[in-house]
Nanobody, 113 residues
Framework: QVQLVESGGGLVQPGGSLRLSCVAS????????MDWYRQAPGKQRELVAS???????NYQDSVKGRFTISRVNVLKTVYLQMNSVKPDDTAVYYC???????WGQGTQVTVSS
């Protein structure tokens, strides 16, 4: 069965960096566009960044220039490099295979001093 497993979350100070990973199994990873979403307490889940099967990337305005999404198809992994993090980046981060019902379980990112 299809699984998406995120890792790499944790507590980081403002201005710090974190790299999230999402490893896929049970699916032909290379053909899917992949997204990173986040959900902060009391807020709706929102799209943070996306990478197409061809490698084209897009970002939410609030993370442009700070976050980088990338993928390594042979490893069936999508990454989210988070730099210059802010308290507003605190959320549970989820990876998602676009146009499918496949979601990871989420990884908590907390930005705090």
């Amino acid at each position: 069965q299809v699984q998406l497993v995120e890792s790499g979350g944790g507590l980081v100070q403002p201005g710090g960096s974190l790299r999230l990973s999402c490893v896929a199994s049970g699916m032909m990873f290379r053909i899917y566009d992949m997204d990173w979403y986040r959900q902060a307490p009391g807020k709706q889940r929102e799209l943070v960044a996306s990478v197409t099967s061809g490698g084209t990337t897009n970002y939410q305005d609030s993370v442009k220039g700070r976050f980088t999404i990338s993928r390594v198809n042979v490893l069936k992994t999508v990454y989210l490099q988070m730099n210059s993090v802010k308290p507003d980046d605190t959320a549970v981060y989820y990876c998602h295979a676009r146009d499918t019902a496949y979601w990871g379980q989420g990884t908590q990112v907390t930005v705090s001093s």
